[in-house]
């Protein structure tokens, strides 16, 4: 394995949990600076992306969910974008100076919300052009599971009709992109007018705000036989209501974690999926985005020490993705 002067550093800043609990537990603390495997490429984090899910990790949900023991103190962020600072000996794709961005949940070595991460080089990747580090740093996580979501679950086809709802959000921006790239007509169901101008900008068909009553009347306006399918990033009663849209023998995605589980009507299939990651996935998902001008839209960037405010952000109405820049 190649070094450079600064990945030798022992020991590197992080917002690093000493247990699991809330906002008050993401502490900066000094850690052990992680080591990149024969498989594994050590990255200098420029930014990371603070996931919906995040909280939910931070509270202990994930290694319980995904039976991990976890060691402490434990570095949270499934998702960053840095400089490759390390490749280990099996690495051929990469080198030691890469832009990259990369996504691995319940990462043993440590998560992203530090100065260095080490990830497995497949799940990593040269930034697609025209993105910045901090648009880098939320995209993998939410740009592979909206295009599992359109292409492997819904298989939507080119003309077909999709609803995106949830279209303002993390994984909903950037399925309202995809969709329109695979061919399809997209018909997006935001939050707030604000979320029906943005998804309008990224070029929806149609937009209506789901917490408005008016969603099923533009759906049928939009649609009169029916939507041909639907990718579902929240869940609720105004989802179920909305799912009516769909027509006969449709077809309803969502990724596992959207509560509560979307309901669909009658005749129409309904699959919980999740997103994944690996060099075929990220490949497909660069070669969309590269295709043409595409938004990964930052809401708002934090300083890394800022991480709690970063989580409180969260849970309020936002547009697209946070980021924390490390520097
Ligand atoms: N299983 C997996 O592989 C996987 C991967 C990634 C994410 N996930 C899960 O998928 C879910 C979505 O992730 P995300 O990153 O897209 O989260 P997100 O950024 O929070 O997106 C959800 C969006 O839905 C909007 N929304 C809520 N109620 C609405 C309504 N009635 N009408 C229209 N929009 C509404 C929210 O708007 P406001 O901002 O106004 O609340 C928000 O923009 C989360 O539960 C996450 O944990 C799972």
């Given at each position: 394995?190649?070094?450079?002067?600064?990945?030798?550093?022992?020991?590197?800043?992080?917002?690093?949990?000493?247990?699991?609990?809330?906002?008050?537990?993401?502490?900066?603390?000094?850690?052990?600076?992680?080591?990149?495997?024969?498989?594994?490429?050590?990255?200098?984090?420029?930014?990371?992306?603070?996931?919906?899910?995040?909280?939910?990790?931070?509270?202990?949900?994930?290694?319980?969910?995904?039976?991990?023991?976890?060691?402490?103190?434990?570095?949270?962020?499934?998702?960053?974008?840095?400089?490759?600072?390390?490749?280990?000996?099996?690495?051929?794709?990469?080198?030691?100076?890469?832009?990259?961005?990369?996504?691995?949940?319940?990462?043993?070595?440590?998560?992203?919300?530090?100065?260095?991460?080490?990830?497995?080089?497949?799940?990593?990747?040269?930034?697609?052009?025209?993105?910045?580090?901090?648009?880098?740093?939320?995209?993998?996580?939410?740009?592979?599971?909206?295009?599992?979501?359109?292409?492997?679950?819904?298989?939507?086809?080119?003309?077909?009709?999709?609803?995106?709802?949830?279209?303002?959000?993390?994984?909903?921006?950037?399925?309202?992109?995809?969709?329109?790239?695979?061919?399809?007509?997209?018909?997006?169901?935001?939050?707030?007018?604000?979320?029906?101008?943005?998804?309008?900008?990224?070029?929806?068909?149609?937009?209506?705000?789901?917490?408005?009553?008016?969603?099923?009347?533009?759906?049928?306006?939009?649609?009169?036989?029916?939507?041909?399918?639907?990718?579902?990033?929240?869940?609720?009663?105004?989802?179920?209501?909305?799912?009516?849209?769909?027509?006969?023998?449709?077809?309803?995605?969502?990724?596992?974690?959207?509560?509560?589980?979307?309901?669909?009507?009658?005749?129409?299939?309904?699959?919980?999926?999740?997103?994944?990651?690996?060099?075929?996935?990220?490949?497909?998902?660069?070669?969309?985005?590269?295709?043409?001008?595409?938004?990964?839209?930052?809401?708002r960037v934090f300083p890394l020490e800022q991480a709690a405010a970063a989580h409180?952000?969260?849970?309020?109405?936002?547009?697209?993705?946070?980021?924390?820049?490390?520097?």
């Open positions: 394995m190649t070094q450079t002067k600064k990945a030798t550093e022992k020991s590197m800043r992080a917002i690093a949990l000493d247990r699991f609990g809330g906002p008050e537990t993401l502490k900066v603390q000094t850690v052990p600076t992680p080591e990149a495997g024969a498989d594994e490429i050590l990255i200098h984090v420029e930014s990371a992306g603070v996931g919906a899910w995040d909280p939910f990790e931070r509270e202990g949900g994930f290694v319980e969910v995904l039976g991990i023991t976890p060691k402490f103190p434990y570095v949270l962020g499934t998702d960053g974008a840095g400089t490759v600072a390390a490749v280990g000996k099996n690495v051929k794709e990469l080198k030691e100076g890469d832009r990259v961005y990369a996504a691995e949940l319940g990462n043993p070595k440590g998560g992203f919300y530090a100065q260095y991460a080490v990830v497995n080089a497949d799940n990593a990747s040269l930034i697609p052009s025209g993105l910045s580090m901090d648009q880098a740093a939320v995209l993998p996580s939410d740009g592979l599971t909206a295009l599992k979501g359109l292409e492997d679950v819904l298989r939507l086809q080119p003309d077909e009709s999709v609803m995106i709802f949830g279209a303002s959000g993390g994984i909903g921006h950037l399925a309202v992109q995809l969709a329109k790239r695979l061919g399809a007509r997209v018909f997006a169901v935001a939050s707030g007018e604000d979320g029906v101008d943005f998804v309008k900008r990224l070029g929806a068909d149609a937009a209506v705000d789901g917490r408005s009553d008016n969603v099923l009347d533009v759906a049928r306006e939009f649609a009169t036989d029916g939507i041909d399918a639907a990718l579902v990033t929240a869940g609720g009663e105004a989802t179920d209501r909305a799912l009516s849209a769909i027509r006969l023998d449709g077809r309803v995605a969502y990724p596992n974690g959207v509560m509560p589980q979307p309901k669909a009507p009658h005749r129409v299939s309904l699959d919980a999926y999740d997103g994944e990651g690996g060099r075929e996935a990220i490949d497909r998902l660069n070669e969309l985005i590269e295709a043409g001008p595409f938004e990964v839209h930052l809401h409180a952000a969260l849970e309020e109405h936002h547009l697209g993705k946070i980021a924390l820049s490390v520097g």
